[in-house]
């Protein structure tokens, strides 16, 4: 099993930071990957990580310690079109498929 | 990375019909599934769409519920068979490829079973 692990929901400020936390459990693990779903559309790829640490793309950054089970997707600058569903997403050994999390919802505020 | 289509985008049907909902991907890719989300709720993977074989389902999935064909390697269908309202859904479709091997989702099918 999988057993991802995210928070429901968030709320923040425009123009704040916001980390979004990710747990989970896995055989044999293969990749973390976030995503980002807005209300109405599919998923789309934010970000990857396979080995310890930070990746930065732009305002977004995600972290991974594998000895720890544990990722975070980190939005600085929030702008109010940042509101939408984050997803956390790991693969695994021998899966064809990502095991995906329930999603944490994030509403941005003015 | 992989350009998906799929079409209808939408649909409303009777009960106890049938729909077909068709998936292009613009390139070749190894990988095809099929995904279920309910407004608001997580993805929920249906099946795994194999190409030249029998598909492979999840749990609670089965093949004359929602038939899927993979004639090719860029081309998809599932069968929502003998629809119920309980069927109503948002049906996705995605494929496997890009740099880190990651999962690209076509824009979904919104049914509706009354």
């Known amino acids: 099993g999988q057993n991802i692990d995210q928070p429901t929901e968030m709320t923040a400020t425009e123009g704040a930071i916001v980390q979004i936390n990710c747990t989970y459990q896995?055989?044999?693990?293969?990749?973390l990957f976030w995503y980002q779903q807005h209300a109405g559309e599919a998923p789309t790829f934010l970000s990857y990580?396979?080995?310890?640490g930070l990746e930065e793309k732009g305002r977004f950054s995600s972290f991974l310690s594998r000895s720890k089970g544990y990722s975070y997707l980190l939005l600085k600058e929030l702008q109010m079109k940042d509101s939408a569903s984050y997803l956390c997403?790991?693969?695994?050994?021998?899966?064809?498929?990502?095991?995906f999390g329930t999603g944490t919802r994030l509403t941005v505020i003015p | 990375s992989a350009v998906i289509s799929q079409k209808p985008s939408r649909d409303i049907c009777q009960r106890g019909t049938s729909l077909t909902i068709q998936c292009q991907v613009d390139s070749q890719v190894t990988m095809m599934f099929w995904y279920r989300q309910q407004p608001g709720q997580s993805l929920t993977l249906i099946a795994t769409?194999?190409?030249?074989?029998?598909?492979?389902?999840e749990s609670g999935f089965v093949i004359d519920k929602f038939p899927i064909s993979r004639p090719n390697l860029t081309f998809s269908t599932l069968t929502v068979s003998n629809m119920s309202p309980e069927d109503s859904s948002i049906y996705l479709c995605s494929a496997k490829g890009g740099a880190y091997n990651e999962q690209f989702f076509g824009p979904g099918t919104r049914l509706t079973v009354l």
């Open positions: 997403a790991v693969g695994e050994t021998g899966a064809n498929n990502l095991f």
């Open positions: 769409a194999n190409q030249g074989s029998e598909a492979t389902y």
């Open positions: 896995t055989s044999g693990f293969n990749g």
């Open positions: 990580n396979v080995l310890d």
